[in-house]
């Protein structure tokens, strides 16, 4: 597995990536009106590749297909992180995740779902609040963590 930064070529394989991994690997936390909501598949691609060039955003790639991507920004608050559902539990956001931060110094923050929640605890991260956060009528559950 390669880990490599972001590039604009990356932008469009990334907003498939990240709908079809909401629809699916989130499917058994939240309701399919959610997942609708909160990955309508309608992804402003000028913005999103606005974001993840400001942001330190890295892309995994094996056997050259890319197997997932995260980003944080200059604040230290882990923005996204996801990893295609047939490449799940093979240490790729572990992965990411160690590169992200150790890009950054101080604490990191992140808005983690029901379903990434665990995953965020095992390397030390804190629920400091769990919020509903409202997307297009649909209310969904995520955790504002931190890592001291």
Not at 12 to 24: D, G, Q, S
Not at 35 to 59: F, K, M, P
Not at 70 to 94: N, P
Request: net charge positive; proline share 1%.
């Amino acid at each position: 597995m390669l880990i490599r930064k972001y590039q604009k070529s990356d932008c469009a394989e990334l907003a498939k990536l990240f709908y079809n991994t909401v629809h699916v690997v989130n499917a058994k936390d939240y309701t399919k009106e959610q997942l609708d909501a909160w990955a309508t598949g309608e992804i402003d691609l000028v913005e999103w590749n606005r974001s993840l060039q400001e942001h330190y955003s890295l892309v995994a790639v094996a056997d050259k297909v890319i197997t997932g991507f995260g980003d944080i920004d200059r604040a230290g608050c882990i923005d996204r992180l996801f990893v295609h559902a047939d490449y799940q539990r093979m240490g790729i956001a572990t992965a990411i995740c160690d590169r992200l931060e150790a890009a950054f110094k101080g604490n990191i923050v992140t808005y983690a779902s029901i379903t990434a929640r665990p995953f965020f605890e095992s390397r030390g991260y804190k629920v400091l609040k769990m919020q509903r956060v409202k997307r297009k009528e649909q209310f969904l559950t995520n955790f504002f963590m931190i890592k001291r």
